[in-house]
């Protein structure tokens, strides 16, 4: 190896072959003749990118590089941790026409190069991802956890619907600033931001400027809680997602701190240090809302303070996520909202309390965040602006008195408030609806199992076989995918219009996106018959590999990891094509758990239409025998789920079926 070979992680291998970063494990442990690592550590191996691209072109494993994949490989091979924040503090210099002349000390002129053109294929935001990336690589950042853009933006959706017009913004802990950013929509004209790492501070600050040009940005290095680079700054707006569990917060240190105005957050409650901060830098009647972990509301050690917030009104709410909504994944996270007293108005003598659980909609898992977002949002709104009865959310939010709360424990989960205020004749009623649809949904399956008759045995057939590759070049099929729209063309009249994505077809749901005005997808819309091919892995339960769009599916735009395969009907049947294309051999036969934009080992059996048409027939039977089944298994989910909910929350009580009477009493033995 030359030792100035471009050396890459088996993360970067993942994404210069369009595969997971399982797949790449996989790999290593079953190819004796894949590449050895050629430095780093044995729990972060690197590898020759040269020796890497000769296996994966042996393997035929399309390796084209991108210009992210390029820029990351440059970054690593040229640039050190170190001098990333002058990068980024240089980019919009780099971004602009005259760039190519700019020179930075020890960087070579390559890295700017592939800097502008990842900026010109993807936008400044990828830049910067990458530059982020190379930055943080030999920091200490274990445990330190970016905000998911839905979440960024209900938290904006909330200080607005409080009925604050921010004109000033703080986030204390801004991290990369995806919560600044995401801000910005809010027109205010001022921003300001601090995070102990410095790349993550320069990241925010440029960031933030590209999207708001004209407005003041001021992002400080350092720990808001031991230096606060703002002192005195007073805001209409917080918005902040704290490191959790910080046990080294400075509790003794910073004991009298004027702060502290609801008492001092003890040594294991650096979250409350947090939520006192961001209150102090709010002007009477500011908004701060604040994404935070659900011992927050229960600890015992946080009880004074929880109380001294709620008596003196400065809680507003707190709002529970469903878990899967952000790292840590195996929890569901809160959102508190907070508001400074204004001395004033009277003290406010409710909060408002949400288990968004049950919003959480979609299938499997997925969360519909526009569902979520609005409900919460308007309901919300409601309670902010004095209207009850907008205020509740059936089974999921209603106000709580104050007074309610303030016992021994004031234990603030909302789960606690809601269930108790579940509707048992509602409930009574929402089950007997899922028991019918669930008797409905077993005739179904009842009726799909009864189309297959009897299945003959028959001695082992060899077909020929064409790749897709091969049916394309005949003509027998086109290969759509996802584009990225040409910089200076916009969504247009598109916008609006639902996106499939390749998680909708493995979960054998209808289009779950939707094409907004800023996206930089080109719009491909799906035709009815068109072959759709999901290029992501499902789990064993989740076996829809690829299915034939019906009228559902026609006008959606071809989403990110699906493939389209659109048939010439004349040749071939798109059951036939799905069946075989679907099929498990078919997916372990190219090497992982994702099919490429180059599917060349995919391989279809050459039959006559009409015997395509009766394989064709028999897979589409089958694909409806899956999702008949699935829908069977969810109405028998969610059946249990309400019968459960209300036994457990005394809104009902079991019926009395054979077996479950009262047992007789027992003489005793003499």
Request: with cysteine.
């Amino acid at each position: 190896m030359s030792e100035t070979a471009p050396l890459v992680t088996a993360a970067e291998i993942s994404r210069l072959a369009g595969v997971t970063r399982a797949t790449v494990s996989n790999w290593r442990r079953r190819h004796a003749n894949f590449p050895a690592a050629s430095g780093g550590s044995e729990s972060r191996p690197l590898f020759d990118l040269i020796e890497v691209q000769r296996w994966l072109d042996a393997h035929g494993v399309d390796a084209a590089e991108t210009p992210s994949a390029r820029l990351r490989t440059l970054l690593r091979t040229h640039v050190l941790p170190g001098q990333v924040p002058r990068l980024i503090d240089a980019l919009p210099a780099l971004l602009e026409a005259e760039g190519a002349a700019v020179e930075l000390a020890g960087v070579p002129a390559a890295v700017g190069a592939a800097i502008r053109a990842l900026a010109m294929d993807s936008g400044p935001r990828a830049v910067l991802d990458a530059l982020s990336a190379r930055g943080l690589e030999e920091g200490p950042t274990t445990g330190v956890y970016s905000t998911p853009l839905p979440i960024a933006r209900l938290m904006v959706e909330l200080v607005l619907a409080a009925g604050v017009t921010p004109e000033s913004i703080l986030d204390p802990a801004c991290g990369g600033g995806t919560l600044l950013a995401e801000a910005v929509g809010t027109g205010a004209h001022a921003y300001y931001g601090q995070d102990v790492l410095s790349v993550q501070a320069e990241r925010t600050a440029v960031l933030v400027g590209l999207l708001a040009p004209a407005a003041e940005v001021a992002v400080h290095t350092g720990d808001s809680l031991f230096d606060d680079g703002f002192p005195g700054l007073h805001v209409d707006a917080v918005l902040t997602n704290p490191p959790y569990g910080q046990r080294d917060w400075g509790s003794e240190d910073l004991a009298l701190d004027p702060r502290w105005e609801y008492g001092p957050p003890p040594r294991s409650e650096s979250e409350l240090a947090w939520v006192q901060h961001c209150l102090a830098h709010l002007r009477p009647g500011g908004v701060a809302v604040l994404l935070l972990p659900p011992a927050m509301a229960m600890r015992t050690s946080g009880r004074r303070i929880r109380a001294a917030l709620l008596r003196a009104g400065a809680l507003r709410s707190v709002i529970a996520l469903p878990p899967g909504a952000a790292q840590p994944l195996h929890i569901g996270l809160q959102l508190w909202v907070l508001r400074c007293p204004d001395p004033e108005l009277p003290v406010p003598d409710e909060v408002w309390l949400a288990d968004c659980s049950l919003l959480a909609g979609g299938e499997r898992g997925r969360i519909d965040w526009n569902l979520l977002t609005s409900a919460v949002v308007d309901a919300w709104r409601g309670f902010e602006q004095g209207m009850p009865g907008a205020a509740v959310i059936e089974d999921a939010a209603t106000p709580v008195r104050v007074m309610e709360l303030l016992d021994d424990e004031v234990d603030l989960t909302p789960a606690r408030y809601v269930r108790a205020a579940l509707d048992a004749a509602g409930l009574a009623d929402t089950a007997r609806v899922a028991q019918v649809q669930l008797a409905e949904r077993v005739d179904e399956l009842v009726a799909a199992t009864s189309q297959f008759g009897d299945w003959q045995r028959i001695d082992s057939t060899t077909w020929r076989t064409a790749t897709l590759a091969d049916l394309a070049a005949g003509g027998a099929l086109r290969r759509l995918q996802a584009q990225p729209l040409p910089e200076e063309r916009s969504t247009g009249d598109d916008a609006g219009r639902p996106v499939l994505e390749a998680r909708d077809v493995v979960t054998g749901t209808e289009p779950t996106g939707v094409l907004g005005e800023q996206s930089r997808l080109s719009p491909q819309l799906i035709e009815l018959d068109d072959v759709l091919v999901p290029r992501i892995a499902g789990s064993r339960s989740e076996s829809v590999r690829a299915r034939v769009a019906g009228k559902s599916d026609v006008g959606a735009v071809v989403g990110p990891q699906l493939m389209v395969l659109r048939t010439d009907p004349d040749r071939l049947d798109p059951w036939f094509l799905a069946g075989f294309v679907g099929s498990p051999e078919n997916s372990h036969a190219t090497m992982g758990t994702t099919i490429r934009n180059d599917p060349t080992r995919i391989r279809i059996p050459l039959l006559p239409l009409a015997q395509q048409q009766r394989y064709g027939a028999a897979f589409r039977r089958l694909h409806d025998l899956r999702v008949t089944a699935r829908r069977a298994a969810d109405s028998a989910t969610e059946l249990a789920g309400l019968l459960g909910t209300g036994l457990m929350a005394g809104a009902l009580e079991p019926p009395n079926t054979p077996g479950s009477e009262e047992p007789k009493p027992q003489k005793g033995r003499k």
